[in-house]
């Protein structure tokens, strides 16, 4: 068969929100003939004017303010503590294994769980015996949840299940270093993690999934989209990170390839 792409990313854009209020990105566009390009040649060819350059255009541009949390991105160890695998200082996203970020792929479909929910250990390991798959040390596994059909609704941020402290330890003592989900953040919704932790007076369930970090070093991407589009196995993934010094994630293209010539 041919190679076929199939792109999990979603944009980064104004005004669809993917982000609580306030904390999505902001793109300023300039045009090849607006105020930006005649300062642009005034400082970089100077002694020309705008009308000057073919059809009077000179060079479209985009500003950009945004968190290395928006848009389809990738979390470094660091992001969720500062030390990883019992004491270790935290791996930044400069420093990720490049080895993690293209490998096979396995998607976990949990659509049918409600808004919140919890993705425990048993839910994983019924997902992989439902679609006869056993896990491989660095497989990146993707979870389909009912969210990634809501982006760009108000609600995406609060939609879809998430994974628990267990159900990421499980993936993570077999040897998975990377995980991806298309909702908001890997642990469910925040607004059903404050509700339990206050309903049991148990902080530790705040980010617990992502808290697995401290024990078991690992990354994982967050608004992944298009998942529905994939099979269970038999593809694999790229998402390699852009190269920010010290920080915690960086945005990614991220890509499922199916192709008979690359065998899982």
Excluded at 69 to 74: E, I, K, V
Excluded at 202 to 224: N, P, Q, T
Aim: with cysteine.
């Amino acid at each position: 068969m041919a190679r076929q792409l199939i792109d999990l990313s979603i944009y980064l854009e104004n005004d669809v929100p993917s982000d609580p209020p306030g904390l999505g990105p902001k793109i300023n566009y300039s045009t090849h003939k607006d105020e930006h390009s005649e300062k642009a040649m005034d400082i970089l060819m100077p002694g020309f004017e705008l009308e000057d350059m073919p059809e009077g255009e000179f060079a479209a541009v985009e500003n950009i303010s945004l968190s290395t949390h928006n848009g389809t991105h990738l979390d470094a160890p660091y992001h969720f503590h500062s030390t990883m695998n019992h004491g270790e200082k935290s791996t930044t996203i400069d420093e990720v294994d490049l080895n993690w970020c293209f490998q096979p792929g396995v998607k976990l479909d949990f659509r049918h769980f409600p808004d919140g929910y919890l993705v425990t250990a048993k839910d994983v390991e019924a997902e992989l015996k439902r679609i006869d798959h056993e896990l491989k040390p660095l497989e990146i596994v993707v979870v389909n949840t009912s969210a990634g059909k809501k982006y760009g609704d108000p609600n995406y941020w609060r939609s879809g299940c998430g994974m628990g402290y267990e159900a990421t330890m499980y993936l993570l003592e077999r040897g998975v270093r990377l995980t991806g989900t298309d909702a908001w953040s890997w642990d469910p919704p925040l607004s059903y993690q404050v509700e339990r932790a206050k309903a049991t007076g148990d902080a530790s369930l705040l980010w617990e999934g992502h808290k697995a970090g401290r024990h078991i070093g690992y990354c994982h991407l967050e608004k992944l989209h298009n998942l529905e589009a994939l099979p269970s196995d038999g593809f694999f993934i790229s998402c390699f990170p852009h190269k920010i010094r010290g920080a915690s994630a960086g945005w990614t293209r991220a890509v499922a390839i199916i192709d008979d010539k690359l065998k899982p």
